[in-house]
């Protein structure tokens, strides 16, 4: 084999491994749910690995001190903000499959 043909081979598994890797991160960002905490105890919201919304739990106990004025803002920013880790994580998680030690 020459010496061309067997790096083409090379890049082509580096590649087909690459390809592993970045399915399997994919994978694992998938299966995360990230949570945020709603100001002033009044629960928490939860979003999947891509920013859409699971779930919203008030704190009923909590929520007898607000009104829907107040609620609102303090639910929206915390939706915001699990939205931004959810994307944060899951870039992270696809950064790191994406880095590769390859040999000189």
Known sequence: MSERMRRLVMLVDEMEES?????QAAETAAEH????EIADDLGT???DSSGRL???ELDQ??????NAEALGPRLLEAV???ERGAERASRQILESA??????N
């Open 19 to 23: 390809i592993v890797r970045a399915r």
């Open 33 to 36: 749910s990230y949570s945020m």
């Open 45 to 47: 919201v939860v979003v």
């Open 54 to 56: 699971v779930s919203i």
């Open 61 to 66: 106990e909590n929520l007898r001190y607000t």
């Open 80 to 82: 915001l903000a699990a």
């Open 98 to 103: 994406g880095r590769t030690t390859r040999p």
